[in-house]
């Protein structure tokens, strides 16, 4: 199971994924940290994600999970 999060100016944008499908979305304009560490709570078979910001730091984030953090420079395709 698999945690998707983008991070935009306002609003935290989450999805579920297990295998090809989305268990669920949703999203969030509270604390990022927060949303992220509740949907983890949900759903403790999540063992990796992929992290797209806008915003220039997300330290807090780091140690949630194995992140693949989605930027200008991430090379494309990936598995």
């Known amino acids: 199971m698999h945690l998707v999060a983008d991070i935009g100016n ?4 989450l999805a579920v994924f297990e295998d090809d499908r989305i268990l669920e ?7 990022h940290a927060l949303a992220i560490r509740a ?3 949900k759903y403790p078979a999540i063992t990796s994600g992929i992290l ?5 730091s997300n330290e807090q984030l780091n ?17």
Do not use: I
Request: proline share 6%; hydrophobic share 55%; charged share 15%.
């Open 52 to 56: 797209s910001s806008v915003v220039a």
């Open 39 to 41: 949907a983890l709570l």
């Open 10 to 13: 306002t609003k935290l944008k």
């Open 63 to 79: 140690g949630m999970l194995p992140w693949l953090f989605l930027d200008a420079n991430t090379s494309l395709p990936f598995v």
């Open 25 to 31: 979305q949703w999203s969030a304009e509270t604390d």
